[in-house]
């Protein structure tokens, strides 16, 4: 199957920073990422899609403000959650595909702590 | 919309017993099917996927999966489990017309000896 990398793994900062985190598509060109949220023991909710070169599209409910969701190329796109506060602690994943594949393949994951 | 129903959230079983994960969906379109497992701490694998044909899905680690349209079902079977075999399991659904999956809330295999 294709690789996603995504990076960092895990990832601590203090109240009131901002914390990029990054997913590559290491052999394939991703046309569409999308970003998911997953709390402890529950399931993964869909935040943003976002296609190479076009703002992402966000789910009813999520502030585009406070996580910036950029796709500039085929193989990068990248999430900042800004102004991070505790209640932002969460596993963050990402995914990507594009419209030859009929799956989407999925980043290792980052476990994001906000002290 | 589409929406993924995963009415076990822990399904405990004793090793090389058989298993099955139960996954309901609804849609008013036509879907693509699929199983995710993910181990703690770790992103999504790909089980198995069912886009057209065969209503039988044969995936990795000996996991199956069978369509059924009528019932809107996509239940995950394996015959003999293995202690390796815990995890979280989700089954989710996309629409043909985009990639986006919604997954279900997960069910939790507990494989003991």
């Known amino acids: 199957g294709a690789v996603v990398s995504q990076h960092p793994s895990r990832v601590i900062c203090k109240s009131g920073t901002s914390v990029k985190i990054e997913c590559r598509s290491l052999?394939?060109?991703?046309?569409?990422m999308f970003w998911y949220r997953q709390f402890p023991k529950k399931s993964l909710m869909l935040m943003a899609t976002?296609?190479?070169?076009?703002?992402?599209?966000?789910e009813q409910g999520v502030e585009k403000d406070k996580f910036l969701i950029n796709h500039a190329s085929l193989t990068l796109s990248t999430l900042t959650v800004t102004s991070a506060h505790p209640e932002d602690s969460s596993f963050y994943i990402c995914s990507a595909t594009n419209r030859v594949r009929t799956e989407a393949f999925f980043g290792q994951g980052t476990r994001l702590t906000v002290v | 919309a589409q929406s993924v129903t995963q009415l076990d959230s822990q399904v405990p079983v004793f090793e090389e017993a058989p298993v099955e994960l139960r996954c309901n969906y609804s849609?008013?379109?036509?879907?693509?099917l699929f199983w995710y497992v993910q181990y703690p701490n770790q992103g999504l694998q790909l089980l198995l996927k069912?886009?057209?044909?065969?209503?039988l899905v044969k995936g990795i680690n000996g996991f199956e999966a069978e369509f059924n349209k009528s019932q809107t079902s996509f239940h995950l079977r394996k015959p003999s489990v293995h202690i390796s075999d815990t995890a979280e399991y989700f089954c989710a659904v996309s629409d043909q017309d985009t990639d986006k999956l919604i997954f279900g809330t997960g069910t939790r295999l507990q494989v003991f000896p």
């Open positions: 069912y886009l057209s044909g065969s209503t």
């Open positions: 976002s296609n190479e070169g076009s703002k992402a599209t966000y």
């Open positions: 849609s008013s379109v036509s879907v693509y």
């Open positions: 052999d394939f060109q991703a046309t569409t």
